[in-house]
Structure formats: structure tokens, C-alpha cells
């Protein structure tokens, strides 16, 4: 028999009994639909994370001096020559001062508004762009000038988009706004990356009372070398400081690495249990064969005394088998991409971000090739059974 004509009379049998063949069926739709939501939402994750370290820098190294010793410290200016030292691994560097303080505009007062020290390398590190005005220079920070940069939220809100050249209070004691930087998303709203003060980090730190500078913000020349990059500047404060404890670098390229990694596992663990689904959509397809044997026993019979092989009877129910399964793959293909896409609707709309649920290529061939395997082993038990039958009890058969 020409495997067009399996093919076909495979098709007819699925077409003779629709709501059975659907049941059969509905094991593989359920898996194969499982298994694209649950990768396309693993690749939707990594996207949004890997976008979200970027806006952050992942060529980025941050460094944390810790203050209990108060005999040892590390310096700015120790810090720059550290990165003058070895320019084969590092760009730039910043003094990065987080503090706090009442930051009023007028009469309103700016709750949610972060006010952050910086170096005047610090908008390139970050990728920032000055809208109107200008970013902080050198002779600010050496002269510890009372001026600062703020967010598009802060100019837009509280300045009407003018704000350049206006007054800001921070801590009781009056800035004047240079620089306006640009929106960083298309929708800017309070307590978000837009709501923010960047003063000159010499100024902030005395504005803080501590007049220490413990937090430090380093560039990399590649990506690719950050576990090198890292090492050399462990090196350089353990020589400083002398204890490993006194100090933590941060790298956000290998924590990018990390979750990642652990999102990978995750969604692996949850694809193979959704696979759970697949091999119970087999075991139905083995029954509903067994039962379609022993429905068809006496057309086997008529076959195999006209001259049909045993190699042909096996091929015919296996070929069937994995056209059904075949084709609950396909149906479960679509289905998995409409649910991707009301997923992407539903996890934007509960998150208030983006995030697409993208199943993968590769993830949907696996599918659709594991649909059809499946049926193939689930199909070989009845196909076997159906081959071996006695052509004389099978004409028998009532």
C-alpha cells in the first residue's frame, strides 16, 4: 500500500468518528499548547529582564565600600587612579550618592522624587540624554556648585516644561535646575526612573552629613570580559583594604547571567510537566487504536486474506495513530499561539509593563515532532495486535 493511500484512508477514519478523533485528540492539543505558553512566557521574562539590565547598564560594575572601618577607606581619587590603572578593562566611573531630604518645589512637596549624588560622567553610563540645559561638568563637583539635573516627570509636572534656569529646594537649601533630561519611557509618571534629582556627588555628600563616598558606578570596556574586569578591581581594594568583607563589586552582566539561567531551569521544570499532558494525550491515543482494532477485525481480516503482509496492516495503524496525533499537534499549535497572545494581552494589563509571551521557533517544531512520535509509539501496540491477527478468527469475528 503507497503511503498516499495510508495517508488518506488514515484521514477518512478521522473524519468517520470527528468527536472521537477530537477526544483522542485532546490530551496532545492540551500538552502542545501548555508547552508553547509556558516557553513563550519564559522567553517573554528573559526579554523583559534583559531589557530592564540594560536600561541599567550591563557593562556595568558597581561598587560597595562597606563603612565599619573607619581606619581604611577607599578615596575617589584612589578609585580613578584604580580605573586609570587598568584602561585594557575600564571606561568610566562615577561616585554615586543616594540621600534623602525633603525635595519641595514651592509649596508641593516631592515624596516619591529620588535626589542622587553623581559624577559628571554618570549621564553617559547611563545612557542619559540632556533634553534642554546641560548635564553636570568637572567644575561643578570641584567647586561643589548648588546646581542640579532633573527628570522630564519633574520638569513637566512641576515646572510646566520650563524648568531650566528655576529654583528646586532639596534639604532646606535652594538648586538651581541646569539640565532637563530626556523621558526614559513614553510614560512618565511619579516614582518612576523620571522622577529624580541628579546633583554633583561632592555636593550631595556634604549635604548628607556623612561626607563620605562609599558607592561607585564603573563602565566596561566589553561585556565580555566582566569576570576579568571584576577580578582586577576585587584585587585592587583587597590590596587597599586588606579584608575581602570591606568591600562588594557587583557585576550586571553575570546577575543578568544568573536570572536568566534561573528562568531557564524554571521553565524547563514547568515545559516537561505540561509534557505530563502529552504522554496521557498518548495513552488515549493507544486506547481509542485498540478500540478501532477490535472495531475493525473483520476488514483486517478481508485484507489479509486478499494478500495484505503483516508490514502492511502495521504501517496502515501506526500511520494513523500519528495523523491523529499529528494533527492535535497542529491544532494545538494554534491554540498556543491565540492563548501567546492573550497571555501577552493579559500579563501586560496585570504588570502595567510589556512583555511579550513569544513562543520560539524551534519550541514549536520540538512540539509538533513530539506529537507525532508519540503517536507513533502509542500506535505501534494496536498496530502490532492488528498485524498478527489470524485472517481466519478475524473473518470469524462478529
Known amino acids: 500500500m503507497k503511503l498516499m493511500e495510508s495517508l488518506s484512508l488514515a484521514l477518512q477514519n478521522i473524519r468517520s468518528s470527528k468527536m472521537r478523533s477530537f477526544l483522542t485528540m485532546l490530551g496532545i492539543i492540551i500538552g502542545i499548547a501548555a508547552v ?17 539590565f540594560q536600561s541599567m547598564g550591563t557593562n556595568s560594575l558597581t561598587v560597595r565600600i562597606n563603612s565599619f572601618n573607619a581606619s581604611r577607606s577607599v578615596s575617589v581619587d584612589q578609585m580613578y587612579q584604580i580605573v586609570e590603572k587598568h584602561p585594557e578593562y575600564f571606561d568610566l566611573i562615577s561616585p554615586t550618592v543616594s540621600m534623602g531630604g525633603t525635595v519641595k518645589v514651592g509649596s508641593d512637596t516631592l515624596d516619591s522624587t529620588t535626589v542622587t549624588g553623581v559624577g559628571e560622567t554618570y549621564f553617559a553610563i547611563k545612557d542619559y540624554a540632556v533634553q534642554t540645559g546641560r548635564g553636570l561638568r568637572y567644575m561643578d563637583v570641584a567647586n561643589r ?32 535646575i ?25 555636593t550631595a555628600a556634604r549635604l548628607s552629613g556623612s561626607g563620605n563616598i562609599n558607592s561607585f558606578t564603573v563602565t566596561m570596556l566589553s561585556e565580555d570580559q566582566a569576570t576579568a574586569a ?22 550586571m552582566s553575570e546577575i543578568l547571567d544568573t536570572m536568566t539561567q534561573t528562568i531557564g531551569v524554571v521553565i524547563t521544570v514547568l515545559a516537561v510537566i505540561a509534557c505530563i499532558s502529552l504522554v496521557v494525550g ?36 501506526i500511520i494513523e495513530a500519528a495523523v491523529t496525533s499529528a494533527t492535535g499537534g497542529v491544532l494545538g499549535i494554534g491554540i498556543g499561539y491565540g492563548l501567546s497572545a492573550a497571555a501577552t494581552v493579559l500579563v501586560t494589563s496585570l504588570m502595567d509593563e510589556a512583555m511579550t509571551v513569544t513562543p520560539s521557533v524551534p519550541s ?6 513530539v506529537s507525532a512520535i508519540i503517536g507513533i509509539v502509542f500506535g505501534y501496540l494496536p498496530a502490532r495486535k492488528a498485524a498478527k491477527l489470524n485472517p481466519i478468527d478475524a473473518l470469524r469475528y462478529e
Open 230 to 251: 571584576k577580578t582586577a578591581l576585587e584585587n585592587e581594594l583587597y590590596a587597599i583594604l586588606g579584608r575581602e568583607d570591606a568591600y562588594r563589586v557587583t557585576s
Open 145 to 176: 556648585n548648588h546646581i542640579c539635573v532633573v527628570g522630564s516627570y519633574v520638569a513637566d509636572e512641576y515646572y510646566g516644561g520650563s524648568a531650566v534656569g528655576q529654583t528646586i529646594r532639596i534639604g532646606g537649601a535652594a538648586y538651581t
Open 178 to 202: 541646569v539640565g532637563v533630561l530626556e523621558a526614559s519611557s513614553d510614560s512618565s509618571e511619579e516614582g518612576s526612573a523620571d522622577d529624580a534629582v541628579y546633583l554633583p556627588y561632592s
Open 36 to 52: 508553547m505558553v509556558i516557553v513563550g512566557l519564559g522567553n517573554g521574562m528573559e526579554g523583559y529582564i534583559t531589557d530592564m
Open 364 to 369: 514549536v517544531i520540538v512540539a509538533f515532532g
Open 282 to 317: 498518548g495513552i488515549g491515543i493507544m486506547n481509542i487504536m485498540l478500540v478501532s482494532v477490535s472495531e475493525r477485525t473483520r476488514e483486517i481480516g478481508i485484507r489479509k486474506a486478499l494478500g495484505a503482509k503483516e508490514r502492511y496492516i502495521l504501517s496502515q495503524f
